[in-house]
């Protein structure tokens, strides 16, 4: 049996790490950083413009050591490059993985079945630019004439999650004279509150959809086609001023109104968690511009070189993978909290659910053999200083350990007399405290009572990396979102299984398929659910029915 289909468990390296987790799982940081007081300069690395401080992680150089060893018996390095080769490392779907093309320099060569894709994502490229660069000018105008002032994006998941976050993260470069909403859940209330204050002849959505046939997507779609018409007189040649579309299907596209010549097209080699940075993005174009988005690609760009370039030891999203398998399957993390200090960002952790969660949310293998490890952690967060005040006593004193990523910047876009001192005065004082705690004898020395000391020590010894930028740009968003994207690839290929199908999230869609009908029909139907289920069935049509009338 050769190492590539040795069984995680088994494979040497595993074991090691097993062995050396238990000589030194009772090590403290505090023990550690005396040992080598040179530690927080050690252990870290700089690149990209990306400073990821890593010391206050509870590791030695064997642990390092033994880490890296693990990725090289797991074949990281041939993945990377099988990824970038574009060959179809996504096996239960067949497919290619090629998010790093549509970040990919004019000029650039990657195949996908005998074609360079390049030239084709540029062109998709060009096209938006155009076509964003028309509405901000103010050249395209809606059926009555008037300016465009209101966009909103209609999608769900990667469809939405990265366009929202995107924008907010960017909102310091978007057009300050246009309003920008996102719509995703199927619940009308979502709908409604983004267009209550919109006036349908100044408003423009972007339906993404790759097939044009998501349940949610389209029936929001189809409320605001029907929104717009209502306050435009019912003319039917409103919807191509109104509407543009994120799709492959021109026929689905054209059925709903919508001029193909504004039909953006991506890849099905493009999951759609993976998809920000494609034609999904354009609404973000729309928000910052053609010049700023292209910077945001070529910051994505410059990471995955990095990922694809660097040696592992110095490689950002390899040592974060890396990390993050050791506390969840040696340490039993259940979680990791992402706290980013920039109120920009107050998206992102939202974002990086879908991402991790979608991506490493597994139970078999690449072969189709359950595991016996854990695989993706939960993955959660909140801005700083926001969850100060709300989680992080959880994360000091609680009973469970809590890697933690905080992602900071020297450099305020909005500077305020002392703020942003403060601010990072919090981020660097928050990773001190979870790494070295206060002992009994400390607490004592502040003249605390007795029997109020157990109440006032930290044990510390919680683990946590310091990501540092200069400053929120297009291009630091991009090099983060990537640094992410390729850190679970890492995870998945360790894992050994597929980072790139959701098959997870089809059988709910199926069964609502199923009770839809069951809901909305009007003679009593006949169910044949579980107990639970059908009884839920008939309570809201009875209460659903009773509150319609």
Same mark, same amino acid.
């Given at each position: 049996?050769?190492?590539?289909?040795?069984?995680?468990?088994?494979?040497?390296?595993?074991?090691?790490?097993?062995?050396?987790?238990?000589?030194? %799982?009772? %090590?403290?940081?505090?023990?550690? +950083?005396?040992?080598?007081?040179?530690?927080?300069?050690?252990?870290?690395?700089?690149?990209?413009?990306?400073?990821?401080?890593?010391?206050?992680?509870?590791?030695?150089?064997?642990?390092?050591?033994?880490?890296?060893?693990?990725?090289?018996?797991?074949?990281?390095?041939?993945?990377?490059?099988?990824? !970038?080769?574009?060959?179809?490392?996504?096996?239960?779907?067949?497919?290619?993985?090629?998010?790093?093309?549509?970040?990919?320099?004019?000029?650039? /060569?990657? &195949?996908?079945?005998?074609?360079?894709?390049?030239?084709?994502?540029?062109?998709?490229?060009?096209?938006?630019?155009?076509?964003?660069?028309?509405?901000?000018?103010?050249?395209?105008?809606? $059926?009555?004439?008037?300016?465009?002032?209101?966009?909103?994006?209609?999608?769900?998941?990667?469809?939405?999650?990265?366009?929202?976050?995107?924008?907010?993260?960017?909102?310091?470069?978007? =057009?300050?004279?246009?309003? +920008?909403?996102?719509?995703?859940?199927?619940?009308?209330?979502?709908?409604?509150?983004?267009?209550?204050?919109?006036?349908?002849?100044?408003?423009?959505?972007?339906?993404?959809?790759?097939?044009?046939?998501?349940?949610?997507?389209?029936?929001?779609?189809?409320?605001?086609?029907?929104?717009?018409?209502?306050?435009?007189?019912?003319?039917?040649?409103?919807?191509? %001023?109104?509407?543009?579309?994120?799709?492959?299907?021109?026929?689905?596209?054209?059925?709903?109104?919508?001029?193909?010549?504004?039909?953006?097209?991506?890849?099905?080699?493009?999951?759609?968690?993976?998809?920000?940075?494609?034609?999904?993005?354009?609404?973000?174009?729309?928000?910052?511009?053609?010049?700023? +988005?292209?910077?945001?690609?070529?910051?994505?760009?410059?990471?995955?070189?990095?990922?694809? /370039?660097?040696?592992?030891?110095?490689?950002?999203?390899?040592?974060?993978?890396?990390?993050?398998?050791?506390?969840?399957? +040696?340490?039993?993390?259940? /979680?990791?909290?992402?706290?980013?200090?920039?109120?920009?960002?107050?998206?992102?952790?939202?974002?990086?659910?879908?991402?991790?969660?979608?991506?490493?949310?597994? %139970?078999?293998?690449?072969?189709?053999?359950?595991?016996?490890?854990?695989?993706?952690?939960?993955?959660?967060?909140?801005?700083?200083?926001?969850?100060? $005040?709300? !989680?992080?006593?959880?994360?000091?004193?609680?009973?469970?350990? #809590?890697?933690?990523?905080? *992602?900071?910047?020297?450099?305020?876009?909005?500077?305020?007399?002392?703020? $942003?001192?403060?601010?990072?005065?919090?981020?660097?004082?928050?990773?001190?405290?979870?790494?070295?705690?206060?002992?009994?004898?400390?607490?004592?020395?502040?003249?605390?009572? =007795?029997?109020?000391?157990?109440?006032?020590?930290?044990?510390?010894?919680?683990?946590?990396?310091?990501?540092?930028?200069?400053?929120?740009?297009?291009?630091?968003?991009?090099?983060?979102?990537?640094?992410?994207?390729?850190?679970?690839?890492?995870?998945?290929? *360790?894992?050994?299984?597929?980072?790139?199908?959701?098959?997870?999230?089809?059988?709910?869609?199926?069964?609502?398929?199923?009770?839809?009908?069951?809901?909305?029909?009007?003679?009593?139907?006949? &169910?044949?659910?579980?107990?639970?289920?059908?009884?839920? #069935?008939?309570?809201?049509?009875?209460?659903?029915?009773?509150?319609?009338?």
């Amino acid at each position: 049996m050769t190492e590539a289909i040795t069984p995680l468990t088994a494979r040497p390296a595993w074991r090691a790490l097993t062995e050396h987790h238990a000589a030194i %799982r009772e %090590r403290h940081l505090r023990e550690l +950083f005396a040992e080598d007081p040179g530690r927080g300069e050690s252990l870290a690395v700089e690149a990209v413009g990306l400073y990821l401080d890593y010391s206050k992680n509870r590791i030695t150089d064997e642990t390092l050591r033994l880490l890296l060893q693990l990725a090289e018996a797991s074949g990281l390095r041939a993945r990377i490059d099988a990824m !970038f080769r574009g060959e179809k490392i996504n096996i239960t779907e067949g497919r290619g993985v090629l998010h790093v093309a549509l970040r990919a320099p004019r000029g650039a /060569t990657i &195949l996908v079945d005998g074609e360079n894709v390049v030239p084709g994502v540029h062109a998709v490229l060009d096209r938006m630019s155009a076509f964003v660069s028309r509405v901000r000018s103010g050249d395209w105008r809606g $059926h009555t004439g008037k300016r465009i002032r209101n966009v909103v994006n209609i999608g769900i998941g990667g469809s939405d999650l990265g366009p929202v976050m995107a924008y907010e993260a960017l909102r310091h470069f978007s =057009d300050r004279s246009m309003t +920008f909403r996102f719509v995703s859940n199927i619940d009308g209330t979502d709908f409604a509150e983004a267009v209550l204050d919109l006036d349908p002849a100044e408003t423009l959505f972007i339906v993404s959809s790759k097939t044009f046939t998501t349940l949610e997507t389209m029936t929001n779609a189809r409320t605001a086609r029907e929104w717009l018409l209502r306050g435009l007189r019912g003319d039917e040649k409103a919807v191509a %001023r109104h509407f543009v579309a994120v799709s492959t299907n021109a026929e689905k596209v054209a059925e709903f109104g919508i001029d193909t010549a504004n039909m953006f097209e991506f890849w099905d080699w493009v999951g759609g968690r993976y998809s920000m940075d494609s034609a999904i993005g354009l609404s973000t174009m729309l928000a910052i511009g053609p010049d700023h +988005f292209r910077a945001l690609l070529d910051g994505f760009h410059q990471m995955d070189e990095h990922f694809r /370039t660097a040696p592992f030891e110095r490689n950002l999203p390899v040592l974060m993978g890396l990390l993050s398998i050791w506390y969840v399957n +040696f340490f039993d993390a259940p /979680t990791i909290a992402v706290l980013p200090y920039e109120q920009y960002l107050k998206r992102f952790p939202a974002y990086l659910q879908q991402l991790t969660m979608e991506s490493n949310g597994k %139970r078999v293998t690449l072969d189709g053999v359950e595991v016996d490890y854990q695989t993706s952690p939960i993955y959660w967060g909140e801005p700083g200083t926001n969850g100060q $005040h709300s !989680f992080y006593q959880l994360i000091h004193q609680g009973t469970r350990l #809590i890697p933690c990523d905080f *992602i900071a910047f020297h450099k305020s876009l909005n500077p305020m007399g002392r703020h $942003h001192d403060l601010l990072l005065a919090n981020v660097f004082a928050q990773s001190e405290a979870l790494a070295f705690g206060r002992t009994p004898e400390e607490v004592r020395a502040e003249g605390t009572p =007795d029997w109020l000391v157990p109440h006032r020590v930290f044990t510390g010894n919680r683990p946590s990396n310091t990501i540092l930028a200069e400053q929120l740009t297009p291009e630091i968003l991009g090099k983060l979102v990537a640094l992410y994207e390729h850190c679970v690839y890492t995870q998945g290929v *360790i894992w050994n299984i597929n980072p790139f199908d959701q098959w997870g999230v089809e059988l709910g869609k199926a069964l609502a398929q199923r009770i839809i009908p069951e809901l909305e029909s009007e003679q009593e139907p006949a &169910l044949d659910h579980d107990g639970s289920t059908n009884a839920l #069935i008939r309570r809201h049509r009875k209460i659903g029915k009773r509150s319609k009338g």
